[in-house]
Nanobody
Framework: QVQLVESGGGLVQPGGSLRLSCAAS????????MGWYRQAPGKERELVAL????????DYAGSVKGRFTISRDNAKNTVYLQMNSLKPEDTAVYLC??????????????WGQGTQVTVSS
């Protein structure tokens, strides 16, 4: 099995910064795309940022471009999300995503349990 464990969420004031981390572990052969989604109360889950295995291609939601930066460390099977200039509308549960080729199940999508980010004064 494969597990994704997020960390780094919390309460921050508007204009502040947070860094989220997500570490994948288990029977991993390789990880392809990794990314972050978020879901606010009463809203649908939306893509925040995505990064390919080589890190050469990234994709961001328009609302976070220029403020958030996604990166990854393949040696640690970890993806990061640096969030700067946070706004109240960034408040949501942030979920880690990974497209994993595992020894046990082949290629499958995996999700973390989510970490709460609250932006409020």
């Amino acid at each position: 099995q494969v597990q994704l464990v997020e960390s780094g969420g919390g309460l921050v004031q508007p204009g502040g910064s947070l860094r989220l981390s997500c570490a994948a572990s288990g029977s991993i052969f390789s990880i392809r795309d990794m990314g972050w989604y978020r879901q606010a109360p009463g809203k649908e889950r939306e893509l925040v940022a995505l990064i390919t295995r080589g890190g050469d291609t990234t994709d961001y939601a328009g609302s976070v471009k220029g403020r958030f930066t996604i990166s990854r460390d393949n040696a640690k099977n970890t993806v990061y999300l640096q969030m700067n200039s946070l706004k109240p509308e960034d408040t949501a549960v942030y979920l880690c995503y990974a497209d994993v080729n595992s020894w046990s199940r082949g290629i499958s999508d995996y999700w973390g349990q989510g970490t709460q980010v609250t932006v409020s004064s």
